[in-house]
């Protein structure tokens, strides 16, 4: 039996809270807000026996064996530093950090302390995402050939909003952009070779909108654009030498179609009498209770990789944080 702290209460770690009731041999026991009220509407409405705000007493809490890091992007690199220096194992929301070097020092923090600790890349623990992945590992769409995929909606424009913010590492690129990202890497099984992208900065100076071309070492083209300016077509397709795949809204995949000539196959999974967030959770504790200190799926070889392709999409587009 594994027991989960939540660190930072906000709008992510409420649905992680009511997808976990479908985690069994685990249990949410304890959250952190810094808000003493927040921590304790959020724990009465999730019914957490423990309400957190002061960040020591969380810590400190030794029945606490896995920390949700769930705060903004700017904080998860000392949050989960903090986290596995008081021994406990760590999933963290995405993007894990705002850059490469951060992520390495943390897996390395993490080997000494022979802790488990994973990027919260729930999508690819989506079992739509997993039909997908044996559609193409068994070859029904030949070679792949290219790839398409867009996360985009019109968001807030106040200032303060979360992702307008560049001190918590806002931006459409890191926020919803790494889906897209993430994708192409997982498919490709690989980074890209070449990297051309272009942005559009807000007033604030975080990227409102990003747009990617990039080919991949085998040859591969992909095309993957984020915003959080404007409503795009959200659809993930993957060419292949003998037909496509479409994912629509497929970060938080809930059907495929696979399309050869006149043929259309669907998938439909049919997840959301919850939101989806139980299968990474679940893939976390069997991972922990394996003894295993990263998950096979997303392991810390490929949260390196992401953030390194994240860095120099970054760069191309020149999006600098002056926290990092
Ligand atoms: N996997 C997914 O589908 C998904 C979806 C949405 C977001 N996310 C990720 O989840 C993370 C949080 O996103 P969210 O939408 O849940 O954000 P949010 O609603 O703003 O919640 C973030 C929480 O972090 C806490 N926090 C701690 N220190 C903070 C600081 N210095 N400034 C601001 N807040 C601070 C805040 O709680 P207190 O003020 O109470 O301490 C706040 O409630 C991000 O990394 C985001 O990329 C993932």
Known sequence: MLNWGIYGA???AGKFAADFTKVEDAKIIAAYARNEEKAKLFCESHVIERAYHLEEDFLNDTDIDVVYVSTPHALHAEVVKKALTAGKHVLCEKPFTLNREQAIE???LADEKQLFVMEALWTLFLPT????F????AGRIGEIKAIEANFGFIGNTDPEWRLMNPKLGGGALLDVGIYPVLMANAFNKSVPESIKAHGHFTKT??????FITCQYPNGTMASLNASIE????NT???YGSKGRIEVPSFWM???ATLIIDETVEKFEANIFEKQGYQYEAKAVCEAIENGTTAHRIVSHEFTIELMETLDRIRHEIGLVYDVE
Not at 129 to 132: A, D, E, G, S
Not at 134 to 137: F, G, Q
Not at 230 to 233: K, Y
């Open 129 to 132: 995402i997993t039909k997908v």
């Open 10 to 12: 906000g709008a992510i």
């Open 134 to 137: 044996s559609w193409v590992e």
């Open 106 to 108: 943390i897996f390395k």
């Open 230 to 233: 404007v409503d795009l077509v």
């Open 236 to 238: 993930l397709i993957i």
């Open 205 to 210: 100076g975080v990227d409102g909108t990003t």
């Open 253 to 255: 995949a809930d059907s």
